[in-house]
């Protein structure tokens, strides 16, 4: 077994507590997002209001995969594709 199948042996199981955390607090994480992303468009007076509602959806979409069955899979079971 080589250096990096140790790794992702001993890493396994923290990505898979984060991954029930986040599908146990998925509510509030998408509320604090939701938060952070109105404070910073208040404090740019709109300006950026498109790209940080696109970057807020993008997070919730991460957070959904995250959380999803098998962590980084989506709900239907498959990878996450690349942007």
């Known amino acids: 077994m080589g250096f990096l199948d140790n790794l992702k042996a001993k890493l396994n199981p923290a990505k898979d507590k984060a991954s029930s955390l986040a599908q146990q607090h998925g509510d509030k994480i998408d509320q604090g997002l939701d ?5 910073v468009d208040e404090k740019t007076k709109g300006k950026y209001s498109d790209q940080i509602r696109q970057g807020t959806d993008k997070a919730k979409e991460a957070r959904e995969r995250f959380s999803g069955p098998g962590g980084d899979k989506g709900s239907d079971g ?5 942007s």
Do not use: L, S
Not at 35 to 39: E, G, I, L, M, S
């Open 35 to 39: 938060k952070a992303a109105k404070t």
């Open 78 to 82: 498959t990878p996450p594709q690349a």
